[in-house]
């Protein structure tokens, strides 16, 4: 690809795609302040428990997958798990790590976990809030430390839980619509 701009044709390079887009395709979506605001609008992070909670970026029913925020206020294990997909993590604030492992996700990094993985992700104790950005392939079977099935969460799921929290807060359906692709 090339990205330099023709000393002799300046305005080549300037000029948008003038085809249309491919029929049937999602819409872009952009949101502003992932980083700030995002963090700190409470009202947006959906809970899962008294001190998990998540915020969607975009949540993907067409292709199964989601994105979002994952915040933990309180040390401990959060979830036992296996991957049906990959997921990609980058740790945002504090850090984790799987008991099944000897490597820790900290501020600043990034995680690969493949399909069919299972582990038990833990907040250490000194760390009193960790935010993490997770791109979910798949969905999560919820174990025992036997293995045997105790839940799961894919997209749906998440679609159902912001729905009911979203209403719970007053926002218009639309809020939900504007992130389902």
């Not at 502003?32 to 969607?56: I, M």
């Not at 989601?66 to 959060?78: A, F, M, Q």
């Not at 979910?136 to 009911?164: C, L, M, N, R, S």
């Amino acid at each position: 690809m090339n990205t330099t701009v023709n000393a002799n044709k300046p305005d080549e390079q300037v000029v948008a795609y003038q085809l249309p887009q491919a029929p049937f395709m999602s819409k872009d979506l952009v949101h502003g302040g992932v980083l700030t605001d995002w963090l700190e609008d409470d009202r947006l992070w959906v809970p899962s428990t008294a001190t998990v909670s998540f915020k969607p970026l975009v949540l993907s029913a067409s292709q199964g997958y989601y994105v979002n925020l994952l915040r933990v206020r309180g040390s401990g294990v959060v979830s036992r798990h296996r991957h049906s997909g990959a997921v990609h993590a980058m740790v945002l604030k504090g850090r984790w790590y799987y008991l099944e492992h000897d490597w820790v996700a900290e501020q600043g990094g990034y995680a690969f976990e493949p399909a069919g993985e299972t582990h038990t992700l833990f907040v250490p104790e000194d760390v009193p809030e960790m935010i993490t950005w997770f791109h979910v392939t798949g969905g999560y079977t919820y174990v025992d430390p036997h293995g045997v099935a105790q839940g799961y969460e894919d997209v749906f799921t998440k679609i159902e839980t912001t729905k009911k929290h979203y209403e719970s807060i007053g926002l218009p359906p639309e809020a939900l619509l504007n992130i389902i692709r």
